[in-house]
């Protein structure tokens, strides 16, 4: 199985300041036939399902805000919200949809300072 | 709209089976797999297998085989995940979530997500 690990575990950041989370695979989730990293990112807050924020590692979902962003290829990957703001408190979780069992990281959980 | 209506809260005992539905709407139910996925309280996600609701083929995750069973009707664009044998490492809540848009592109990441359905395992 593809494991997924995400740093940090839980991360408090200033309105307005940038918010960085990482994502590591245990293998390489690229494509080499297509060069597409299989990779997505969502946010999850309580009560609620997850949200689709990113595919293809770096693609942006329709309507998710501009300040969401995300890189990385092979296994490590990085999303990046640029300009904190208070409704971006949630938990953030990558996924691996390379090959099954499919497998998100365990989560990190983004407060305000 | 694209919605998936889930089937709601159950408290079971261990031992017993849960069988959790899942109403699709608003695009071809046929047309797209249908995954389960669990979230324990307090804890991650974790994928359990989809459902080909087109040709009834399942793929399950190692660790649910021969406890899990997906199936569907088409006839209603339902999609159900039953569970047996149940444990009190059962409890959590239990989303449905298709792949509308990905699987158009060759992708398979998840969206739209069910709301949830909490099962509770407990003597």
């Known amino acids: 199985d593809i494991v997924m690990t995400q740093s940090p575990d839980s991360l408090t950041v200033s309105l307005g300041e940038r918010a960085t989370i990482n994502c590591k695979s245990s293998?390489?989730?690229?494509?080499?036939?297509?060069?597409?990293?299989?990779l997505a990112w969502y946010q999850q807050k309580p009560g609620q399902p997850p949200k689709l924020l990113i595919y293809?590692?770096?693609t942006r979902e329709s309507g998710v805000p501009d300040r969401f962003s995300a890189s990385g290829s092979g296994t490590d990957f990085t999303l990046t919200i640029s300009s904190l703001q208070a409704e971006d408190v949630a938990v953030y979780y990558c996924h691996q949809y390379y090959t099954t069992p499919y497998t998100f990281g365990q989560g990190t959980k983004l407060e305000i300072k | 709209q694209v919605q998936l209506v889930q089937s709601g809260a159950e408290v079971k005992k261990p031992g017993a089976s849960v069988k959790v539905s899942c109403k699709a709407s608003g695009y071809t139910f046929t047309g797209y797999y249908m995954h389960w996925v669990r979230q324990a309280p307090g804890q991650g996600l974790e994928w359990m297998g989809w459902?080909?609701?087109?040709?009834?083929?399942?793929s399950y995750a190692q660790k649910f085989q021969g406890r899990v069973t997906m199936t569907g009707d088409t006839s209603i664009s339902t999609a159900y995940m039953e569970l047996g044998r149940l444990t009190s490492d059962d409890t959590a809540v239990y989303y449905c979530?298709?792949?509308?848009?990905?699987?158009?592109?060759?992708?398979?990441?998840?969206?739209?997500w069910g709301q949830g359905t909490l099962v509770t395992v407990s003597s």
């Open positions: 979530v298709t792949n509308i848009g990905a699987a158009d592109v060759g992708g398979n990441w998840f969206d739209p």
């Open positions: 293809w590692a770096s």
């Open positions: 293998q390489s989730v690229l494509y080499s036939s297509n060069n597409k990293n299989y």
């Open positions: 459902m080909n609701p087109n040709s009834g083929d399942t």
